[in-house]
T-cell receptor
Framework: AQSVSQHNHHVILSEAASLELGCNYS??????LFWYVQYPGQHLQLLLK??????LVKGIKGFEAEFIKSKFSFNLRKPSVQWSDTAEYFC???????????FGKGNQVVVIP | KAGVTQTPRYLIKTRGQQVTLSCSPI?????VSWYQQTPGQGLQFLFE???????NKGNFPGRFSGRQFSNSRSEMNVSTLELGDSALYLC?????????????FGPGTRLTVL
């Protein structure tokens, strides 16, 4: 089945460490790509998105993601995390051929002060 | 602008009952999508409405239905509830149809089926 994969569901880091979360998808054709974040007690909100153009996109709070079409990947990075980055991070993909937003299972990230 | 609102926030029902959930999109947004979130399956797309028409539907049984009103508010209905319908139901709105644009999520309705 076509899907969005996120590995390492639980990630524990110390402040100032670097973070990289992987996202792979199996849809062919054109896709729009998103990372959403859910901070404790808050709604899902957009972190960043890729529609076209420069495959390296920058989002809020110092996050960036790189789209590698040949690898069907859209990995999220942040060079130096803060305690306030503790949250659940979801990768999401909309394949243009069915326009249904598909989510990965999420990464629970805990940053220790 | 006010965000997406969903009512009620919590709901407890028993098997066989039906339930209606409500979603008010961000002002000016005409697209409303619904998602089911469970620990096992994660977030799954239910359907999208735009201009009172269902534009897209996910792989859920016919017990799950929805509608959209002329003011873009949307309701989702689940009939003949099953234990497996216990989940967080999220609504999201978007300014454009087709689901390709950024979606703005509400807080969700937590449904528990006993």
């Amino acid at each position: 089945a076509q899907s969005v994969s996120q590995h390492n569901h639980h990630v524990i880091l110390s402040e100032a460490a670097s973070l990289e979360l992987g996202c792979n998808y199996s849809y062919g054709g054109t896709v729009n790509l998103f990372w959403y974040v859910q901070y404790p007690g808050q709604h899902l909100q957009l972190l960043l998105k890729y529609f076209s153009g420069d495959p390296l996109v920058k989002g809020i709070k110092g996050f960036e993601a790189e789209f590698i079409k040949s690898k069907f990947s859209f990995n999220l990075r942040k060079p130096s995390v803060q305690w306030s980055d503790t949250a659940e991070y979801f990768c999401a993909v909309i394949p243009w051929r069915n326009n249904r937003l598909a989510f990965g299972k999420g990464n629970q990230v805990v940053v220790i002060p | 602008k006010a965000g997406v609102t969903q009512t009620p926030r919590y709901l407890i029902k028993t098997r066989g009952q039906q339930v209606t959930l409500s979603c008010s999109p961000i002002s000016g947004h005409r697209s409303v999508s619904w998602y089911q979130q469970t620990p096992g399956q994660g977030l799954q797309f239910l359907f999208e409405y735009f201009s009172e028409t269902q534009r897209n539907k996910g792989n859920f049984p016919g017990r799950f239905s929805g509608r959209q009103f002329s003011n873009s508010r949307s309701e989702m209905n689940v009939s003949t509830l099953e234990l497996g319908d216990s989940a967080l139901y999220l609504c999201a709105s978007s300014p454009t149809a087709g689901g390709r644009d950024t979606q703005y999520f509400g807080p969700g309705t937590r449904l528990t089926v006993l």
